[in-house]
């Protein structure tokens, strides 16, 4: 009786666990982060035409400099998305999780009149390129609601989206003017502005009731929100629309002010902070971004009675320098717009759909690297359950290999790959490590008819450690202590580093290998979270291993592929030798190397890979990482940690030694 109560509480531990890890899973990030951007992607409307009123794209290499897409003419159609056939504007922001791009827009008119405006448009893409969108009259979706009727209600403006971290919700915010706060001011009577917010609904396809955001005192407009992560604020840059006072030279509002709160939704205590470099220019919509991997801020903002748009850049968003202007005239005019950073895959996306621009110097076109952005120590699977590939590689573009998570990449082609997001994080789901989450590696154990176990191995602080799960994309559950955290008897140096999991289809053993500087092998338990000691092995095949040894077998032979040479090196390359046996001995080729660099392709540091056989052939394919390239033979030992993942043919001779293998874009 005791037995069963013990062990119906540790079922209920462990489907607790499995709980509290897939809800973790679904915080997780997928999609590309900061390393991984290449391009940066700015969505504008170029006047006050009907045909200007259009959503049009432009892309830039650097953030500061614009080619247009399409040649400067509208990506969607106005008639298509909003009730006033007119939209002005666009906000565009890639998601949180990353998997959708959201946009909002002003839906107005201007050739109707500045008071034709009642509403927003939401937009909703996985890929840039086709949006679902929804447009929403506020007389219409808050009847009743005082000053909001179609008589009060003199314009809804200039809708930005940021995500509210505490609310786990996409807030909207926009400008609102209403007849019943204007005042006069001499002859005129000026509308009053206020900021207010609202909350996205999950499918982005509605908005809660209007909430006051900000109120400057007057006319406060073309609100933009960012966070600075060094002072824990928020900042607001906006433009004030209606003071026209003279503060210190400059024509306050001509300018973009900035003001602060500690929460997204405020309070924000204005600074009158004036940004605008030419004293008596008016300027509006307001926009700011990071570069790429850099600790720069970019403040763009629309110069609208002189035809272009001012780059000032900033390390504290506070003091700004100014960089340059955008030309003026031609196909690129733009007019209230937005930047978000984009990735290789998305630039050639967006550039095969609306052609190369003119002068924009687009990188050619490869297969290799197969992943987007920085990735390396690739483990590939494939999955009886799913019938569908995997790579787990190391997180990687994290200085000194600092990285903290691991991702896995999923293809039904080995082509195409889909990121299926972090699935395991040491921060969060690891008690005995922390750091260096490195070279992983997977294998599937059919359990019973339908049902597969997956027991990832994976190095986290020069340590090895396991976690299991019930599919390819986890949650992954940690054992919860080290598996390997000692050398082997007779080991001085190295590290216990890169393991390897392989399946021997002869004894129906598993086996894990591991080591840096040194090959160690044990002999898995059948629960494949623990080893058997007595069965550790040192079976270093000579001089020229350093690390990264993969396993598999094929007509008998027991094939042992490993990395020579400093991953930093553009000499990292791969040697192998053969066996009869799982665990040795070993027998060394005479000339054993058989992946290295290629200048003449500038594919350098070919190394620490893995090895795919194609179901149901003798096709093979050896699955590695290079230094980035073009740039990583620039970067000194950098070059080690900004690598990304190839994959190529590997064939075999007759005798069953292997052909060497020539690195491919």
């Not at 040194?518 to 079976?539: F, H, Q, R």
Request: a negative charge; one cysteine or more.
């Amino acid at each position: 009786m005791m037995n069963t109560i013990k062990n119906n509480l540790l079922l209920a531990v462990y489907v607790l666990l499995l709980f509290v890890g897939a809800t973790h899973a679904q915080t997780y990030k997928y999609g590309p982060v900061e390393k991984d951007f290449t391009a940066y992607l700015f969505a504008y409307f170029s006047n006050n035409d009907p045909d200007g009123e259009q959503v049009r794209y432009a892309v830039s290499l650097d953030g500061i400099n614009y080619k247009p897409l399409n040649g400067g003419k509208q990506i969607i159609s106005s008639d298509s998305i909003a009730l006033k056939k007119g939209v002005r504007d666009p906000h565009i922001l890639r998601s949180a999780d990353g998997k959708y791009f959201y946009m909002v827009l002003t839906d107005m008119r201007s050739s109707e009149g500045w008071q034709s405006n009642d509403g927003i448009v939401l937009l909703k893409s996985k890929d840039l390129l086709h949006w679902e969108h929804t447009a929403i009259d506020f007389p219409t979706r808050f009847p009743g609601l005082t000053g909001f009727d179609r008589a009060n209600l003199h314009a809804v403006w200039a809708p930005q989206t940021i995500w509210d971290e505490k609310e786990q919700k996409y807030m909207i915010y926009y400008s609102i003017g209403r007849h019943d706060w204007a005042y006069p001011v001499g002859e005129h009577i000026q509308p009053y502005f206020k900021l207010y917010y609202s909350y996205a609904n999950a499918d982005f396809t509605d908005i809660t009731e209007p909430q006051p955001l900000f109120d400057f005192g007057s006319a406060a407009i073309d609100g933009d929100i960012v966070y600075d992560s060094k002072n824990e604020e928020y900042v607001l840059f906006f433009k004030d629309e209606g003071r026209s006072t003279i503060n210190n030279g400059f024509r306050t509002s001509n300018g973009v002010m900035r003001a602060t709160s500690k929460n997204v939704t405020g309070p924000y205590t204005a600074e009158y902070r004036h940004l605008n470099f030419d004293k008596q220019q008016a300027v509006e919509g307001s926009s700011v971004f990071k570069l790429i991997n850099s600790d720069e801020y970019v403040l763009m903002y629309d110069c609208y009675t002189k035809g272009y748009y001012q780059f000032c850049k900033s390390t504290d968003l506070k003091n700004f320098s100014f960089v340059q202007n955008t030309p003026t005239g031609g196909d690129f005019t733009p007019r209230h717009g937005s930047v978000i950073p984009i990735t290789h895959r998305e630039l050639l996306a967006l550039t095969e759909k609306w052609g190369i621009p003119s002068g924009f110097d687009l990188p050619a076109p490869q297969n290799n690297p197969v992943l987007e952005g920085y990735y390396a120590d690739p483990d590939i699977l494939y999955s009886e359950k799913t019938k569908k590939y995997y790579i787990y590689p190391t997180s990687d573009g994290f200085t000194g290999w600092s990285g903290t998570y691991f991702k896995t990449f999923s293809s039904d082609n080995l082509k195409d790959w889909t990121d299926e997001g972090i699935i395991l994080d040491l921060k969060k789901d690891v008690s005995w490590a922390d750091r260096n989450a490195w070279a992983p590696c997977i294998i599937e154990k059919r359990i019973k008819k339908n049902q597969y176990k997956y027991y990832y191995y994976f190095t986290a602080a020069q340590k090895v450690g396991v976690a299991v799960a019930e599919d390819p994309t986890g949650p992954f559950l940690d054992s919860g202590k080290p598996l390997i955290d000692f050398k082997p008897e007779g080991v001085k140096g190295g590290q216990e580093i890169d393991p390897e999991v392989f399946y021997d289809p002869k004894s129906k053993k598993s086996y894990l290998y591991w080591g840096n500087g040194y090959l160690a092998v044990a002999e898995l338990e059948k629960d494949m979270v623990s080893i058997k000691k007595n069965t550790i092995k040192v079976m270093t095949p000579d001089h020229t291993f350093r690390e990264g040894v993969t396993v598999f077998y094929r007509k008998g032979l027991y094939y042992f592929l490993w990395s020579e040479d400093d991953t930093r090196s553009e000499n990292y390359r791969v040697r192998y030798a053969y066996s009869k046996s799982a665990i040795g001995p070993l027998t060394i080729p005479e000339d054993n190397l058989i992946l290295a660099k290629d200048p003449t392709k500038g594919i350098y540091a070919t190394g620490h890979n893995s090895v795919l056989q194609i179901p149901g052939t003798d096709e093979w394919r050896i699955v590695y990482h290079r230094f980035d390239r073009p740039n990583g033979i620039k970067m000194g030992s950098a070059a080690g940690y900004h690598r990304e993942v190839c994959i190529d043919a590997m064939e075999f001779r007759a005798d069953g030694t292997i052909e060497k293998v020539t690195p491919k874009l």
